[in-house]
Structures are given as structure tokens and as C-alpha cells.
């Protein structure tokens, strides 16, 4: 069964540098998305992007997040200057077609932990 | 805005029993999508079972099934013969079908252990 995948699995990086987290989308799938869950809380909803463009994005994806498309597969999400707040699983998810019609396939997570 | 409430922050239950899970939610929409997800100590987010609110028939899926009552905004799980592979934090979450949002709100997630 296709999968996403997500690297790297666990990221470690200073306050105030630049991180990239990678995903690889289910191939077929159109749209893609960005979760969080801080370590004991619940997920949440950052970015939804369709059609290379963002669709939907939440209170938490300010001026320091950023998603790219760049090459037909990766779906990356970008941190410029990371906080401590910032440490987090970060999920990416896809799917075929959107709207809850079709289900979210999650990625196993990129543990990223700022120091 | 929607909301998801889980109530049960843990759960415990003998293998091979029967465990139900409670979620409610708050929205205003007629017509919308939830969900519960499964979430092991692998951390991945599995789907478990989905129900279209149009539905009135309630969703299964083997030994998972729900229990929709859409005027009470109540959307539980019930897990049957539990199985130690059962164990894992399972959140519920809620899909508007109004166009042009996608994102899937979550509850705080109920913590399932299941006892030998």
C-alpha cells in the first residue's frame, strides 16, 4: 500500500536556524497538509496546499512557515528561525481528493526538537 | 469555529472485551465528515473508521463500529474483543464538507491501554 514518507525522522536544531522538514506524498494524491502535536497535546491543523498553492492555513502558520512543491514529489515545510515553542511532531498528511471525501494519509512524523 | 471534545483522557480495558470510546462536537454545519485515528507509540496516525453525517446508517469497520447520534453532536467508538494491539492513544476528529476547507480538527485524544 503506498505510504507517505517523511524525513528525518527526528531533527535536532538550535533556536534562531532555519530547518526543512521533507515529505513524499502518496503519488496520485492532490492535496497535501502539515499537522503539528506538541509532546502530550492534540494535533493540529497548520497548512493545506492544492494546486501549488496554500488552500487553508491556521493561526499557527505565521511569517516564519513556508511550504514548497519543488519537484513534482517532495512537499517540504520550512522554518526560518526556529523557537523553542516550535518543538513538536510534525505530521504531513495526503489526499486524493480533499473536503473529508477522501482520507488523510499521515506520514510517521518528523520529531523536531529545538534547543 | 468547530470544537472536538473528548472527555476520556484514559481508558482501560481486558483483552477481549468490549471499550467505548466518547467524543462530542460543536458545529452549526448540517453536513460534515469524522473521524477516529489511531495513533501507537510508533507516533504514525492511522485511520480507524469514518462516518459521513448524511449517513444515518452507523459506520463499521470489522471489530469498530460507531455510534452517531447527530442531534446530540455525540460520536463514539466501541472497540470489540479488544486486543493488546488495540493499545494506543485513538483521537476523534471532525472535516467540514464546505468548500474550500479541509483540515481536519482534533480532539485531545483518549489514551487506550488494554490489559492482558
Known amino acids: 500500500e503506498p505510504e507517505v514518507t517523511q524525513t528525518p525522522s527526528h531533527q535536532v536544531t538550535q533556536m534562531g536556524q532555519e530547518v526543512i522538514l521533507r515529505c513524499v506524498p502518496i503519488?496520485?494524491?492532490?492535496?497535501f497538509y502539515w499537522y503539528r502535536q506538541i509532546l502530550g497535546q492534540k494535533v493540529e491543523f497548520l497548512v493545506s496546499?492544492?494546486?501549488?498553492?496554500?488552500s487553508e492555513k491556521s493561526e499557527i502558520f505565521d511569517d516564519q512557515f513556508s511550504v514548497e512543491r519543488p519537484d513534482g514529489s517532495n512537499f517540504t515545510l520550512k522554518i526560518r528561525s526556529t523557537k523553542l515553542e516550535d518543538s513538536a511532531m510534525y505530521f504531513c498528511?495526503?489526499?486524493?481528493w480533499g473536503q473529508g471525501n477522501s482520507p488523510l494519509h499521515f506520514g510517521n512524523g518528523t520529531r523536531l526538537t529545538v534547543t | 469555529a468547530q470544537t472536538v471534545t473528548q472527555s476520556q483522557p484514559e481508558m482501560s480495558v481486558q483483552e477481549a472485551e468490549t471499550v467505548t470510546l466518547s467524543c462530542t462536537y460543536d458545529?452549526?454545519?448540517?453536513?460534515?465528515?469524522l473521524f477516529w485515528y489511531k495513533q501507537p507509540p510508533s507516533r504514525q496516525m492511522i485511520l480507524v473508521i469514518r462516518q459521513e453525517a448524511y449517513k444515518q446508517q452507523n459506520a463499521t469497520e470489522n471489530r469498530f463500529s460507531v455510534n452517531f447520534q447527530k442531534a446530540a453532536k455525540s460520536f463514539s467508538l466501541k472497540i470489540s474483543d479488544s486486543q493488546l494491539g488495540d493499545a494506543a492513544m485513538y483521537f476523534c476528529?471532525?472535516?467540514?464538507?464546505?468548500?474550500?476547507?479541509?483540515?481536519?480538527?482534533f480532539g485531545k485524544g483518549t489514551k487506550l491501554t488494554v490489559n492482558p
Open positions: 458545529t452549526s454545519e448540517s453536513d460534515y465528515y
Open positions: 496546499f492544492y494546486n501549488n498553492e496554500i
Open positions: 476528529a471532525y472535516s467540514t464538507t464546505q468548500g474550500g476547507s479541509e483540515k481536519l480538527v
Open positions: 503519488s496520485n494524491h492532490l492535496y
Open positions: 498528511a495526503s489526499s486524493a
